[in-house]
């Protein structure tokens, strides 16, 4: 079971991250400014780290240049408002492992994680698969009965949720948070939409509606 260690001070953000990754089956722990997270790091009790560049007392930048000092060789992934060129090109050349900007969807967060989690010799387990329906998370692809089918970035997301989680009924909110992110209008109708749109590309059939608990994708 993996240890993720999230270095966030937004309570909000961090306790949407955090609650994802534990469902998901990690073991988190949430530190709130960057002396804290250094001292965290540098343990070794952890697979990962999620690193907020605006933390408190010491900034990220500076975190991650400490602990790649310190030859912590523990995967990072910066987490940030900043989506500009420079601040990318310098999280990365400091060290960082990966790099998403607020506000993000979760699934792609934990796309990044376990990519950067994988394992050498582990089998690339870059294909989900239910029933006819195949999704490629390498090539962003998907495939109904062994044909190609074109997706948006959005469009593949939320089928991606689906395909985690088959013939499960997940909730609007459900969907709204991880596909979306933690900035999402709990009123809109924006799945509704999005369910109309993946049926139309998917088959009418393959996603189902539970009336007033949400949708259910058919194994």
């Known amino acids: 079971m993996n240890r993720i260690l999230i270095a966030e001070d937004e309570e909000r953000i961090a306790?949407?991250?955090?609650r994802g990754l534990r469902s998901n089956g990690f073991v988190t722990t949430v530190?709130?400014?960057?002396?804290?997270?250094?001292?965290?790091g540098a343990t070794g009790n952890y697979?990962?780290?999620?690193?907020?560049?605006?933390l408190p007392r010491v900034d990220g930048f500076t975190v991650l240049r400490r602990l790649r000092e310190a030859?912590?060789?523990?995967?990072?992934?910066?987490?940030?408002?900043?989506?500009?060129?420079r601040d990318t090109v310098a999280g990365l050349e400091g060290g960082a492992d990966d790099y998403i900007a607020k506000p993000?969807?979760?699934e792609e967060l934990l796309a990044r994680i376990r990519l950067r989690l994988r394992s050498e010799g582990t089998p690339d387990a870059n294909i989900l698969q239910v029933g006819e329906l195949s999704l490629d998370l390498r090539t962003r692809r998907a495939f109904v009965d062994g044909a190609s089918i074109d997706l948006t970035a959005r469009e593949f997301l939320l089928a991606e949720v689906f395909c985690r989680h088959p013939d499960q009924v997940l909730s609007r909110e459900q969907l709204l948070s991880q596909v979306?992110?933690?900035d999402f209008d709990?009123?809109?109708?924006?799945?509704?939409?999005y369910i109309r749109y993946l049926r139309r590309k998917l088959?009418?059939?393959?996603?189902?509606?539970?009336?007033?608990?949400g949708y259910r994708l058919l194994p």
């Open 104 to 106: 993000f969807a979760f």
């Open 203 to 213: 088959g009418a059939d393959r996603i189902q509606t539970v009336r007033g608990m």
């Open 71 to 85: 030859r912590v060789a523990m995967p990072v992934v910066i987490l940030t408002a900043r989506d500009s060129v």
């Open 180 to 182: 979306w992110g933690f």
């Open 31 to 40: 530190v709130g400014d960057g002396e804290t997270a250094y001292q965290e």
């Open 47 to 54: 697979d990962l780290m999620v690193l907020d560049i605006g």
């Open 15 to 18: 306790s949407f991250v955090e």
């Open 186 to 193: 709990p009123g809109s109708n924006v799945v509704d939409v």
